[in-house]
């Protein structure tokens, strides 16, 4: 972050649970998440919530008051205990800088990135996708679908999920039956075992061909 505006902001708890700003609300800030985890959902035409993002630490969000809106068009919680840096739009109007200007545009344009891949993830990808995705990205040796080193080294990757069921299905766009039921169908394939709060990949390989198809 450029000097000139890490003396901007003020740090900022929040609760897990507990809403930093409201869909539709006056946009006044934007945060930099320090700490924890943030969710971004918004209420679709159906009435569903969706969510549309997850931040996690080091990622901006509520930037949308630097460019255009005057409203939130999300609402932000807090998954877990968090702490965010907040940096009103008033006091951002006074960071004129070029490195501040260019830092914004280089955040706006990894922001279209992400969302280009999020627009994928909800309209592209099918159900059993989208849990493979999911699945990949949290397997502390697979990463982001990276080659993983648990493919053909005969041991099988042990790790928690990280948030409950519901919530994943938030995450991935989906109603909490159909989680499960894709759950329940993959898990049948061999493709992973749960154990409660805990999974079991036998192979990350074989979910990346799921998702190379």
Known sequence: ???????????????????LFREGEGAECCYLLESGEVALRRVSRRGEE????????????GEVVLFAARDYPARAVAVRDSVA??????ALRFASEPEAASFFLSLLARKCLALNRRIDQLTVMDARERLASYILGQCPRAGAGARSDCDGCGSACVFALPAKKREIALELGMVPETLSRTFRQMEAEGLFKVRGSRIEIPSCAALRELLED
């Open 50 to 61: 969706v969510e549309i993002a997850r931040i996690v630490p080091g990622e901006w969000f």
């Open 1 to 19: 972050m450029p000097p000139a505006l890490a003396s901007l902001g003020l740090r900022r708890e929040a609760a897990a649970g507990e809403v």
């Open 85 to 90: 840096i907040e940096f009103k739009r008033s």
